[in-house]
T-cell receptor
């Protein structure tokens, strides 16, 4: 059971380049989220999804797009990378509301934009 | 405003002693969940403990317990019998169930366990 996987682990981009961070989970979770973590800070929500075909914005959505065509995958697209997007990106998933509703996190992608 | 506040940027504790990491939250929602996560230097996020807003008993998971005081809006993490491997960053988080599906994180507390 792989849990939540993210690729790549590290990425360096030049300003203006675009790329997609991949996230997949094999736990049949409905809820998936993308966060960014900047040095000395907690995680901030970028986008989230409550099921295939349904996405919504979090706290810091500007410069990012998401889609959710399957339950398993939730890619995050950077449209035109900027140095301010240098961060560690975490994908997370959870089964549903109520109960322990624990979020399981992927290992993270460390992105540097030059 | 919905917010998580962790007022201790760093904490030191002697090995084998207990330590309390503070967390206060702000929300007008009646239904919410509170979580603690550990982030070691390797960077992964590890779930520790969960408390639902309607749970009357404080949550416990092994050496971790959550001191939930609803009226004070506090959800402090207590780690008993600290171990060197407990040295890490600890984040308090709040899951909201209305107006969308969002989890808000605090800025974290870095815990140092001394031998």
């Amino acid at each position: 059971n792989a849990g939540v996987t993210q690729t790549p682990k590290f990425q360096v981009l030049k300003t203006g380049q675009s790329m997609t961070l991949q996230c997949a989970q094999d736990m049949n979770h409905e809820y998936m989220s993308w966060y960014r973590q900047d040095p000395g800070m907690g995680l901030r929500l970028i986008h989230y999804s409550v099921g295939a075909g349904i996405t919504d914005q979090g706290e810091v959505p500007n410069g990012y797009n998401v889609s959710r065509s399957t339950t398993e995958d939730f890619p995050l697209r950077l449209l035109s990378a900027a140095p301010s997007q240098t961060s560690v990106y975490f994908c997370a998933s959870s089964y549903g509301r109520g109960g322990t509703d624990t979020q399981y996190f992927g290992p993270g992608t460390r992105l540097t934009v030059l | 405003a919905q917010k998580i506040t962790q007022t201790q940027p760093g904490m030191f504790v002697q090995e084998k002693e207990a330590v309390t990491l503070d967390c206060t939250y702000d929300t007008s929602d009646q239904s919410y969940g509170l979580f603690w996560y550990k982030q070691p230097s390797s960077g992964e996020m590890i779930f520790l403990i969960y408390q639902g807003s309607y749970d009357e008993q404080n949550a416990t998971e092994g050496r971790y317990s959550l001191n939930f005081q609803k009226a004070r809006k506090s959800a402090n993490l207590v780690i008993s019998a600290s171990q060197l491997g407990d040295s890490a960053m600890y984040f308090c988080a709040m899951r909201l169930y209305t107006g969308g599906f969002k989890t808000i994180f605090g800025a974290g507390t870095r815990l140092f366990v001394k031998a």
